[in-house]
């Protein structure tokens, strides 16, 4: 729905959790280390730039951060299907990026132990191959400062681009009908260094 807001802290550089249980309890009301803002708003279609170029998008969402390098006001296209969440695409307000196919970020329902795979090439910074492979790690109680949530749903996500022998893993917790309250990423050239974000307030108008 239009208006409404998540506002998260996000952590860069910082060590994240030596294991992660599968089915939880998982509890980020803290996090060591200073966080920088990043705020998400689903905004009118009519109101992001090169929505005509995503007709089947679901919603929209402007996403404002206001980390070092980040870009403001990206918006992101994705769809609701009766199989899952789909990303279509982003613009940052000049060019649209759409990748070959919308890719499924997220299945639905979510059922413990199902995989899928999703691939597309990026030119936006030198045409590389990103390939991703999801699983629905578990399900559990999780604990952030929105409160705590008893049926979280963790997927977890390994990412490889082929070109640059770069990869990395990241876990994103999602909440029914709150949407996805916690997101850490871990490249595999710097395992000790994580990016966390954590939702701190979620407003519908």
């Known amino acids: 729905m239009p208006g409404t807001i998540w506002e998260a802290d996000q952590y860069t550089g910082v060590a994240g959790p030596s294991t992660i249980a599968p089915n939880g309890p998982w509890d980020f009301t803290t996090v060591a280390g200073t966080p920088s803002p990043l ?46 969440l789909y990303w279509l695409g982003d613009s940052n307000g000049a060019e649209p990026f759409k990748p070959e196919a919308p890719q499924r970020l997220l299945a639905l329902p979510a059922h413990p132990g199902e995989r899928w795979e999703t691939a597309y090439t990026d030119d936006r910074f030198g045409r590389v191959r990103i390939a ?20 979280a749903v963790l997927v977890k996500t390994e990412v ?9 893993t990241v876990y994103t917790w999602h909440v029914p009908g709150v949407g996805q309250v916690v997101t850490i990423s871990n ?7 994580a990016a966390i974000v954590v939702v701190k307030r979620f407003q519908r108008p």
């Open 132 to 151: 991703s492979r999801y699983e629905i790690a578990g399900c559990g109680p999780l604990t952030t400062p929105l409160g705590t949530f008893e049926r």
């Open 187 to 193: 490249s595999a050239l710097a395992p000790d260094s």
């Open 39 to 84: 705020k998400q708003t689903i905004v009118d279609r009519q109101r992001a730039a090169n929505a005509e170029v995503f007709p089947n998008a679901t919603y929209v969402m402007q996403n404002e951060p206001a980390g070092a390098g980040e870009v403001p006001n990206r918006y992101r296209y994705l769809e609701i299907r009766p199989d899952g």
């Open 160 to 168: 490889t681009i082929a070109e640059t022998r770069s990869a990395a």
